[in-house]
């Protein structure tokens, strides 16, 4: 009997837990920027390139590993930047609404951007 009670709890913790696992890593986004000397900047959702969410709450981990570049990120509500002198890893907690939005390097904006959409 104390073995079916532990087998059924355990059944509905997995049940319970496993969306809540899969939907953080599901709303987590990586920027990047750099190196110094290329003109990389690229937002990913796992190994692919982002040009389409939901809105949502989301994190995003910027890794910037350029002093000559930053990782600039527009769109309604949201403003957010590194610095273009600093290098180091980035995490903002930001929700998204519907919108356009824009990532971008500042000093090099022309060739170093991005955008996606929101829905």
Do not use: E
């Not at 913790?13 to 987590?28: E, H, K």
């Not at 309604?76 to 903002?92: H, I, M, Q, S």
């Not at 356009?100 to 959409?117: N, V, W």
């Amino acid at each position: 009997m104390i073995r079916l009670i532990l087998a059924v709890t355990a059944s509905i913790l997995a049940i319970a837990v496993a969306p809540i696992a899969s939907g953080m890593s599901a709303n987590r986004l990586v920027g990047s920027t750099g190196p110094d000397g290329a003109f990389h900047i690229t937002l990913k959702q796992g190994t692919k390139k982002v040009t389409k969410l939901r809105h949502g709450k989301y994190t995003i981990v910027v890794k910037d590993i350029a002093k000559t570049h930053d990782f600039h990120l527009v769109g309604p509500g949201v403003n957010k930047k590194t610095p273009v002198k600093g290098k180091g890893t980035f995490t903002w907690h930001l929700t998204l609404k519907k919108g356009t939005y824009r990532y971008l390097c500042d000093p090099h904006k022309a060739i170093m951007k991005g955008s996606f959409k929101v829905t």
